[in-house]
Protein backbone atom coordinates (compact mmCIF):
# COMPACT_ATOMS: atom_id res chain seq x y z
CA UNK A 1 0.00 0.00 0.00
CA UNK A 2 1.12 3.30 -0.75
CA UNK A 3 1.35 6.19 1.68
CA UNK A 4 -2.09 7.72 -0.05
CA UNK A 5 -4.46 9.56 1.93
CA UNK A 6 -6.75 6.73 3.26
CA UNK A 7 -10.30 8.20 5.36
CA UNK A 8 -10.24 7.86 9.04
CA UNK A 9 -11.69 8.29 12.17
CA UNK A 10 -10.99 8.27 15.96
CA UNK A 11 -13.33 7.49 18.37
CA UNK A 12 -12.75 7.93 22.10
CA UNK A 13 -14.64 7.36 25.63
CA UNK A 14 -12.92 8.81 28.48
CA UNK A 15 -14.05 7.81 31.93
CA UNK A 16 -11.30 7.40 34.87
CA UNK A 17 -7.84 7.51 33.61
CA UNK A 18 -9.41 5.08 30.72
CA UNK A 19 -10.11 5.57 26.90
CA UNK A 20 -11.75 3.61 24.27
CA UNK A 21 -10.26 4.13 20.70
CA UNK A 22 -10.71 2.87 17.39
CA UNK A 23 -8.96 4.34 13.93
CA UNK A 24 -9.70 2.86 10.49
CA UNK A 25 -6.63 1.59 8.94
CA UNK A 26 -4.16 4.13 7.54
CA UNK A 27 -0.75 4.67 6.35
CA UNK A 28 1.66 4.73 9.61
CA UNK A 29 3.67 7.84 9.91
CA UNK A 30 0.71 10.24 8.72
CA UNK A 31 -1.70 10.32 12.59
CA UNK A 32 0.24 9.48 15.72
CA UNK A 33 -1.46 8.40 19.65
CA UNK A 34 -1.45 10.87 22.04
CA UNK A 35 -2.57 10.41 25.64
CA UNK A 36 -3.36 13.60 27.61
CA UNK A 37 -4.82 13.51 31.04
CA UNK A 38 -7.49 16.21 31.18
CA UNK A 39 -9.75 16.23 34.40
CA UNK A 40 -8.42 12.92 35.42
CA UNK A 41 -9.77 11.52 32.38
CA UNK A 42 -6.92 9.78 30.04
CA UNK A 43 -7.58 10.92 26.13
CA UNK A 44 -6.65 8.89 23.15
CA UNK A 45 -6.34 10.98 19.89
CA UNK A 46 -4.80 11.05 16.11
CA UNK A 47 -3.48 14.02 14.87
CA UNK A 48 -2.16 14.28 11.28
CA UNK A 49 1.54 15.29 11.52
CA UNK A 50 4.32 15.03 8.33
CA UNK A 51 6.95 13.25 10.10
CA UNK A 52 6.75 9.95 11.95
CA UNK A 53 6.29 11.40 15.45
CA UNK A 54 7.42 10.47 18.95
CA UNK A 55 4.97 9.57 21.61
CA UNK A 56 6.71 12.44 23.18
CA UNK A 57 4.93 14.83 20.83
CA UNK A 58 1.68 14.11 22.58
CA UNK A 59 2.38 16.31 25.51
CA UNK A 60 2.95 19.47 23.66
CA UNK A 61 -0.77 18.98 21.87
CA UNK A 62 -2.97 21.39 22.63
CA UNK A 63 -6.24 19.61 20.33
CA UNK A 64 -8.60 17.42 21.67
CA UNK A 65 -11.41 14.91 20.69
CA UNK A 66 -15.58 14.95 21.66
CA UNK A 67 -15.42 11.80 23.56
CA UNK A 68 -18.15 10.47 22.75
CA UNK A 69 -20.51 7.02 23.65
CA UNK A 70 -18.63 3.71 22.82
CA UNK A 71 -21.40 0.68 23.29
CA UNK A 72 -19.81 -2.13 21.92
CA UNK A 73 -17.58 -4.04 24.44
CA UNK A 74 -13.65 -4.37 23.46
CA UNK A 75 -11.75 -7.56 23.35
CA UNK A 76 -8.51 -5.91 24.45
CA UNK A 77 -7.30 -4.03 26.98
CA UNK A 78 -3.49 -1.53 27.07
CA UNK A 79 -2.07 -0.52 29.79
CA UNK A 80 0.78 1.95 29.61
CA UNK A 81 2.07 5.32 29.80
CA UNK A 82 2.32 8.69 27.72
CA UNK A 83 5.96 8.36 27.21
CA UNK A 84 6.28 4.82 26.05
CA UNK A 85 7.19 4.09 22.48
CA UNK A 86 6.21 0.60 23.00
CA UNK A 87 3.15 1.27 24.50
CA UNK A 88 2.63 3.36 21.27
CA UNK A 89 3.63 0.38 19.26
CA UNK A 90 0.89 -1.70 20.52
CA UNK A 91 -1.78 1.01 20.39
CA UNK A 92 -1.03 2.29 16.56
CA UNK A 93 -1.22 -2.08 15.55
CA UNK A 94 -4.20 -2.11 17.27
CA UNK A 95 -5.79 1.06 15.60
CA UNK A 96 -4.47 0.42 12.40
CA UNK A 97 -6.31 -2.89 12.29
CA UNK A 98 -9.36 -1.28 13.29
CA UNK A 99 -9.67 -2.71 16.61
CA UNK A 100 -11.22 -0.82 19.23
CA UNK A 101 -9.60 -1.05 22.58
CA UNK A 102 -9.75 0.36 26.17
CA UNK A 103 -6.64 1.96 27.33
CA UNK A 104 -5.78 2.48 31.20
CA UNK A 105 -2.96 4.80 32.02
CA UNK A 106 -0.23 3.29 34.44
CA UNK A 107 1.39 6.07 37.11
CA UNK A 108 4.79 4.76 36.75
CA UNK A 109 5.89 7.90 38.99
CA UNK A 110 4.15 6.77 41.93
CA UNK A 111 5.21 3.10 41.38
CA UNK A 112 2.30 1.19 39.77
CA UNK A 113 4.24 -1.05 37.77
CA UNK A 114 6.30 -2.45 40.47
CA UNK A 115 2.73 -3.41 42.65
CA UNK A 116 1.52 -6.79 43.11
CA UNK A 117 -1.26 -6.56 40.92
CA UNK A 118 0.48 -5.35 37.93
CA UNK A 119 3.62 -7.55 38.50
CA UNK A 120 1.02 -10.55 38.63
CA UNK A 121 0.49 -9.89 35.29
CA UNK A 122 3.16 -7.83 33.60
CA UNK A 123 5.98 -10.44 35.24
CA UNK A 124 8.72 -7.60 34.43
CA UNK A 125 6.49 -4.63 36.10
CA UNK A 126 7.11 -3.12 33.08
CA UNK A 127 4.73 -1.74 29.95
CA UNK A 128 2.96 -2.36 27.96
CA UNK A 129 0.63 -5.05 29.34
CA UNK A 130 -2.08 -5.92 26.39
CA UNK A 131 -4.86 -8.10 28.15
CA UNK A 132 -6.76 -10.27 26.01
CA UNK A 133 -10.21 -10.48 27.72
CA UNK A 134 -11.21 -13.64 25.10
CA UNK A 135 -9.06 -15.82 26.59
CA UNK A 136 -7.95 -13.94 29.54
CA UNK A 137 -4.20 -13.63 28.48
CA UNK A 138 -2.03 -11.24 29.88
CA UNK A 139 0.78 -10.46 27.28
CA UNK A 140 4.23 -8.55 27.74
CA UNK A 141 6.89 -7.28 25.38
CA UNK A 142 5.72 -4.86 22.61
CA UNK A 143 7.36 -7.26 19.69
CA UNK A 144 5.71 -10.35 20.94
CA UNK A 145 2.68 -8.40 21.16
CA UNK A 146 2.84 -7.18 17.91
CA UNK A 147 2.82 -10.87 16.73
CA UNK A 148 0.20 -12.04 18.52
CA UNK A 149 -1.59 -9.23 17.49
CA UNK A 150 -1.08 -10.20 14.14
CA UNK A 151 -1.40 -14.03 14.28
CA UNK A 152 -5.13 -13.18 16.43
CA UNK A 153 -6.27 -10.61 14.28
CA UNK A 154 -5.22 -11.90 10.89
CA UNK A 155 -3.94 -9.15 9.32
CA UNK A 156 -0.52 -7.47 8.39
CA UNK A 157 1.24 -10.89 8.57
CA UNK A 158 2.83 -10.95 5.34
CA UNK A 159 1.49 -13.01 2.91
CA UNK A 160 4.79 -15.43 2.65
CA UNK A 161 6.53 -17.10 5.20
CA UNK A 162 9.65 -15.31 3.52
CA UNK A 163 8.22 -11.94 4.33
CA UNK A 164 7.03 -12.93 7.66
CA UNK A 165 10.63 -14.22 8.62
CA UNK A 166 11.93 -11.09 6.98
CA UNK A 167 9.17 -9.27 9.46
CA UNK A 168 10.48 -10.89 12.86
CA UNK A 169 13.97 -9.94 12.06
CA UNK A 170 13.31 -6.38 11.39
CA UNK A 171 11.31 -6.16 14.58
CA UNK A 172 14.08 -7.54 16.86
CA UNK A 173 16.50 -5.71 14.78
CA UNK A 174 14.31 -2.53 15.61
CA UNK A 175 14.79 -3.42 19.68
CA UNK A 176 18.37 -4.38 19.08
CA UNK A 177 20.27 -1.70 17.58
CA UNK A 178 16.79 0.89 16.50
CA UNK A 179 15.03 1.92 19.18
CA UNK A 180 17.14 1.31 22.04
CA UNK A 181 19.83 4.66 21.63
CA UNK A 182 17.73 6.77 20.34
CA UNK A 183 15.24 5.78 23.35
CA UNK A 184 18.32 6.49 25.96
CA UNK A 185 19.41 9.58 24.01
CA UNK A 186 15.94 11.02 24.30
CA UNK A 187 15.93 10.40 27.90
CA UNK A 188 19.05 12.15 28.46
CA UNK A 189 18.17 15.16 26.77
CA UNK A 190 15.01 15.57 28.41
CA UNK A 191 16.47 15.22 31.78
CA UNK A 192 14.50 12.04 33.09
CA UNK A 193 18.14 10.26 32.68
CA UNK A 194 21.36 11.35 33.83
CA UNK A 195 24.03 10.34 32.26
CA UNK A 196 27.42 12.24 30.95
CA UNK A 197 27.73 13.59 27.43
CA UNK A 198 30.32 10.59 25.87
CA UNK A 199 27.05 7.90 26.68
CA UNK A 200 24.93 10.83 24.91
CA UNK A 201 26.99 11.17 21.94
CA UNK A 202 27.18 7.25 21.71
CA UNK A 203 24.00 6.61 22.05
CA UNK A 204 23.39 9.46 19.86
CA UNK A 205 26.21 7.53 16.87
CA UNK A 206 24.48 4.42 17.50
CA UNK A 207 20.71 5.89 16.19
CA UNK A 208 21.89 7.66 14.10
CA UNK A 209 23.75 4.52 12.34
CA UNK A 210 20.88 2.58 13.18
CA UNK A 211 18.71 4.95 11.13
CA UNK A 212 21.16 4.95 7.98
CA UNK A 213 20.56 1.29 7.60
CA UNK A 214 16.83 1.77 7.67
CA UNK A 215 17.21 4.47 5.17
CA UNK A 216 19.02 2.43 2.88
CA UNK A 217 16.67 -0.47 2.92
CA UNK A 218 14.08 2.27 2.23
CA UNK A 219 15.12 3.41 -0.83
CA UNK A 220 12.40 2.96 -3.39
CA UNK A 221 10.10 0.95 -1.38
CA UNK A 222 7.10 1.98 0.72
CA UNK A 223 7.22 -0.64 2.95
CA UNK A 224 10.05 -2.43 4.53
CA UNK A 225 9.08 -5.95 4.15
CA UNK A 226 6.68 -6.31 0.84
CA UNK A 227 4.35 -4.37 -1.01
CA UNK A 228 0.93 -3.87 -0.49
CA UNK A 229 0.08 -3.58 3.28
CA UNK A 230 2.25 -2.56 6.49
CA UNK A 231 3.43 -5.22 8.69
CA UNK A 232 3.96 -5.25 12.63
CA UNK A 233 7.52 -3.90 12.01
CA UNK A 234 5.92 -0.86 10.13
CA UNK A 235 3.88 0.07 13.25
CA UNK A 236 7.40 -0.80 15.70
CA UNK A 237 9.58 1.26 13.47
CA UNK A 238 6.41 4.41 13.25
CA UNK A 239 7.12 4.96 17.55
Not at 87 to 98: E, F, P, Q
Not at 200 to 208: R, V
Request: with cysteine; hydrophobic share 40%.
Amino acid sequence: MAAGTMAARATVCCRSFRSRSMLAMMPPGLRFWSFRLVNQSARASFWPKTRVPSPHDALGSRRSTRSQVCPMPTRFELHGITFSGPTYKVGLMLSLAGEAFDYVHLDMMAGAHKQPAHMARQRYGQVPLLIDKSNGRHLCQSAAILEYLSDTLGKFGGSTLDERLQAREWLYWDFDRLAAPIYRARTIKLGIRQAPPEVLEDCTKGGQAALKVLDAHLAGRDWLVGEGSPSPISTSMAS
